[in-house]
């Protein structure tokens, strides 16, 4: 299985802060990496797919970039509402495995 | 729009099974693959499976082989997830997800339900 790492696992950050969240590959994920957001008490929400497509309706301030075994993930300002928990996903091959998570505190 | 609605929350005591059903509306069921994805109580995510509901084909984590049957009925536009011999450590959030399976967009997470907790306890 491929086993994905986040990290920070947490972070404070301000609003208008630009933030980026890493997640690293134990082999390669090739570009197929997603990242989702997900609030308390609430299902995830996809907001990245195959590492740096931009999921339709989601803001423009998040991106993401990497391929291989490296992959990031950059919110260019941080608003009130991205207060969440970060996930990336590896679908290059079964079980499509996720990383720990990134609680993003503001 | 698309919508998925899992079925309630269920309480279960160890040792016996769970049925969960997630029913899509908004787009042509059978054209898009289904998953599970669980989550314990202040844990991450976990992968469970899949489903295609065009053929009824499923792919399971190894974690979960014997003990988990996905299926679909296209006539309802329903996928459902059974997990069997329960035990406290199954406690957790699961919930479905489709994936558009576009030809260029990799497998992705686009839509989810709104989870269906279970909880275990004797």
Redesign the interface.
């Known amino acids: 299985?491929i086993q994905l790492t986040q990290s920070p696992m947490s972070l404070s950050a301000s609003v208008g802060d630009r933030v980026t969240i890493t997640c690293r590959a134990n082999e390669t994920s090739s570009?197929?990496l997603?990242w989702?957001q997900?609030k308390s008490g609430r299902?995830?929400?996809?907001l990245i797919?195959?590492a740096s497509?931009l999921?339709s309706g989601v803001p423009s301030r998040f991106s993401g970039s990497g391929s291989g075994t490296d992959f990031s993930l950059t919110i260019s300002s941080l608003k009130p509402e991205d207060f969440a928990t970060y996930?990336c996903?590896q679908?290059y091959s079964?079980?499509?495995?996720?990383?720990?998570?990134t609680k993003v505190e503001i | 729009q698309v919508q998925l609605v899992q079925s309630g929350a269920e309480v279960k005591k160890p040792g016996a099974s769970v049925k969960v059903s997630c029913t899509a509306s908004g787009y042509t069921f059978s054209s898009c693959y289904m998953y599970w994805v669980r989550q314990a109580p202040g844990q991450g995510l976990e992968w469970m499976g899949m489903v295609d509901p065009s053929g009824g084909s499923t792919i399971y984590a190894q974690k979960f082989q014997g003990r988990v049957t996905m299926t679909s009925d296209t006539s309802a536009s329903t996928v459902y997830m059974e997990l069997s011999s329960l035990r406290s450590d199954d406690t957790a959030v699961y919930y479905c997800a489709r994936d558009p399976r576009e030809p260029f967009g990799g497998r992705r997470f686009d839509y989810w339900g709104q989870g269906t907790p279970v909880s275990v306890s004797s």
Do not use: E, I, K
């Open positions: 299985d570009m197929y997603n989702y997900q299902a995830p929400r996809l797919y195959v497509s999921q996930y996903q679908t079964t079980p499509f495995t996720f990383g720990g998570g």
